[in-house]
T-cell receptor, first 110, second 113 residues
Framework: QKEVEQDPGPLSVPEGAIVSLNCTYS??????FMWYRQYSRKGPELLMY????GNKEDGRFTAQVDKSSKYISLFIRDSQPSDSATYLC??????????FGTGTSLTVIP | KAGVTQTPRYLIKTRGQQVTLSCSPI?????VSWYQQTPGQGLQFLFE???????NKGNFPGRFSGRQFSNSRSEMNVSTLELGDSALYLC????????????FGPGTRLTVL
């Protein structure tokens, strides 16, 4: 079983829709949770970072962590064509090692 | 401030050859991490260097090695290339004290024929 599971999609939504992206994980020791966005032919860029359980909002983006269910989510409100990218969840485990999901490909259709 | 740079951007090699990839971190960053990204496996951690010392290592065979120089630039070497080594190799730098702030380079696309 992989440490982090993420539905690869692809996900296609109309402009203005609310997008929900999710990851599950198996290691209860994970404390730091991140979401990265990766455009084609670019490296990932950090979008959101949360520590432990709870919600964090940044503009149109909301990150949620439910440690009891080992489940994290990223919500994108009022999605825009510029949000079209691959979204990667990531977690930090023992020894400060990063574990990434495989990424979900999102297309926002104008 | 210049971002993370990686050279070369694209590389084609044949099985059995070896390859060296280079990464220059953001100025002032002392930690450099390397990742392999493939469509099936996603981003997999190779190793991390901090102040010229390997601080963390992922589960890759010994054919994958790296080093870091005193100016924090890092190189990654893969010997005896296999077809399965075809991937995007990403380097990420951070100041080293805050693990949320890891900045990625554009990657080196390696194709093994």
């Amino acid at each position: 079983q992989k440490e982090v599971e993420q539905d690869p999609g692809p996900l296609s939504v109309p402009e203005g829709a609310i997008v929900s992206l999710n990851c599950t994980y198996s290691n209860s020791a994970f404390q730091y949770f991140m979401w990265y966005r990766q455009y084609s032919r670019k490296g990932p860029e950090l979008l959101m970072y949360t520590y432990s359980s709870g919600n964090k909002e940044d503009g149109r983006f909301t990150a949620q962590v439910d440690k009891s269910s080992k489940y994290i989510s990223l919500f994108i409100r009022d999605s825009q064509p510029s949000d079209s990218a691959t979204y990667l969840c990531a977690m930090i485990g023992g020894g400060n090692q990063f574990y990434f999901g495989t990424g979900t490909s999102l297309t926002v259709i104008p | 401030k210049a971002g993370v740079t990686q050279t070369p951007r694209y590389l084609i090699k044949t099985r059995g050859q070896q390859v060296t990839l280079s990464c220059s971190p953001i100025s002032g960053h002392r930690s450099v991490s390397w990742y392999q990204q493939t469509p099936g496996q996603g981003l997999q951690f190779l190793f991390e260097y901090f102040s010229e010392t390997q601080r963390n290592k992922g589960n890759f065979p010994g054919r994958f090695s790296g080093r870091q120089f005193s100016n924090s630039r890092s190189e990654m070497n893969v010997s005896t290339l296999e077809l399965g080594d075809s991937a995007l190799y990403l380097c990420a730098s951070s100041a080293g004290s805050s693990y949320n702030e890891q900045f990625f380079g554009p990657g080196t696309r390696l194709t093994v024929l």
